[in-house]
């Protein structure tokens, strides 16, 4: 199970065109990827947005003070906060209008999601900004069953 945020994003604050059928993926408007994801809720894990010995936050004690906790392991997290487990730096509405307000000394792991990927897309999805698709109809193999 991939946990954490290794795999993930966040807001490069990016857009991405779609194709007609497609939603928008605007960062802006969405804040998605900077909620902890459904697979970690489910084991009450926290750990979601790692902070790097080389992320220049480390720069800003008083942000490291003020925004992150440490785990048993000296491990340094971005904190989560509210119903959604948004991280503490995202500002505004999820899936209206948001912000991060750390976006230039945010964490490596942050700029890892692209707008319109994989992860980008089943975070949205999770969090209820975008539709679950409809379930691919499966091939047809050219072969049948018979009893
Ligand atoms: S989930 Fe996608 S669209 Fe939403 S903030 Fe993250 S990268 Fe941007
Ligand atoms: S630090 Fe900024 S970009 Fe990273 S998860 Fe938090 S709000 Fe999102």
Do not use: W
């Not at 906060?81 to 000394?105: F, K, M, P």
């Not at 890892?112 to 409809?134: N, S």
């Amino acid at each position: 199970m991939a946990r954490g945020r290794a795999t993930l994003h966040a807001t490069s604050m990016g857009r991405k065109k779609t194709a007609a059928n497609e939603p928008e993926f605007d960062c802006v408007t969405c804040g998605a990827c900077c909620c902890n994801r459904d697979q970690n809720r489910e084991i009450d894990y926290d750990e979601y947005v790692e902070v790097l010995k080389k992320d220049k936050i480390n720069k800003h004690p008083e942000l490291i003070k003020k925004l992150t906790f440490t785990n048993a392991k000296g491990e340094v997290h971005m904190r989560l906060v509210g119903v959604n487990q948004r991280c503490c730096a995202l500002s505004g509405r999820l899936g209206e209008s948001v912000s991060c307000d750390i976006y230039e000394v945010r964490p490596g792991v942050c700029r890892l999601v692209k707008a319109g990927d994989e992860e980008c897309r089943k975070a949205r999805i999770e969090r209820g900004i975008d539709e679950q698709p409809e379930p691919k109809r499966a091939k047809r193999q050219g072969s049948s069953r018979r009893a």
